[in-house]
């Protein structure tokens, strides 16, 4: 299995340009989640999904898009993109259930000039 | 407010020694807590979790306690190693069990 996977690694764009960030998963697992992590705030939910063509907004949605149309996927797009979303932005999953662990990618560093 | 606090120092300790890091919580009844491991550039791990009806939990070399009545948990590793060396965040539920909260994470050192 290769776990949660990630693309890409390393973005740089500039402010008003659109992305998406890909997320997959080759677990089957029912729940995904997109994460910010920034220095001094920590991780940070920004949407997340209980299974494909459901998803809810987290903490930090605004400026943040995401569907689920299969158990895989769960792209994050970024609209119009502006220097405050320069994080590093983790996808994770997990099995549905009560404290089941989280499954990390590797996260990608997005810079926004 | 509601926050978790975690030891916002980073912790240095001899290699062989047990390092005990520690994870505060303020207006939450979670009902688990989890620790998870984050090494530079990459994506958090998870260790342990416990839930709020156990009061201690142990993997191998790492024990977790939980005291609901402090709102706190102490994460220890027993002979510790360099490899130890890592971020530690600790997260707990919020009464979702579709989210957690994160705390921002301890840094440690295990020196040979």
């Known amino acids: 299995n290769a776990g949660v996977t990630q693309t890409p690694k390393f973005q740089v764009l500039k402010t008003g340009q659109s992305m998406t960030l890909q997320c997959a998963q080759d677990?089957?697992?029912?729940?995904m989640s997109w994460y910010r992590q920034d220095p001094g705030m920590g991780l940070r939910l920004i949407h997340y999904?209980?299974?494909?063509?459901?998803?809810d907004q987290g903490e930090v949605p605004n400026g943040y898009n995401v569907s689920r149309s299969t158990t895989e996927d769960f792209p994050l797009r970024l609209l119009s993109a502006a220097p405050s979303q320069t994080s590093v932005y983790f996808c994770a999953s997990r099995p549905a259930g009560e404290g089941n662990e989280q499954f990390f990618g590797p996260g990608t560093r997005l810079t926004v000039l | 407010s509601q926050k978790i606090e975690q030891n916002s120092e980073a912790l240095n300790i001899q290699e062989g020694k047990t390092a005990t890091l520690t994870c505060n919580y303020t207006n939450y009844s979670p009902a688990y807590l989890q620790w998870y491991r984050q090494d530079p550039g990459r994506g958090p791990v998870f260790l342990l979790l416990?839930?709020?009806n156990e009061k201690e939990k142990r993997k191998e070399r790492l024990k977790v306690t939980f005291d609901t009545t402090l709102k706190q948990s102490l994460f220890h590793i027993t002979a510790s190693q360099p490899a130890d060396s890592a971020t530690y965040l600790c997260a707990l539920n919020a009464g979702n069990n579709r989210k957690l909260i994160w705390g921002l994470g301890t840094s440690l050192a295990v020196n040979p």
């Open positions: 677990m089957n697992h029912e729940y």
């Open positions: 416990i839930r709020e």
């Open positions: 999904s209980v299974g494909a063509g459901i998803t």
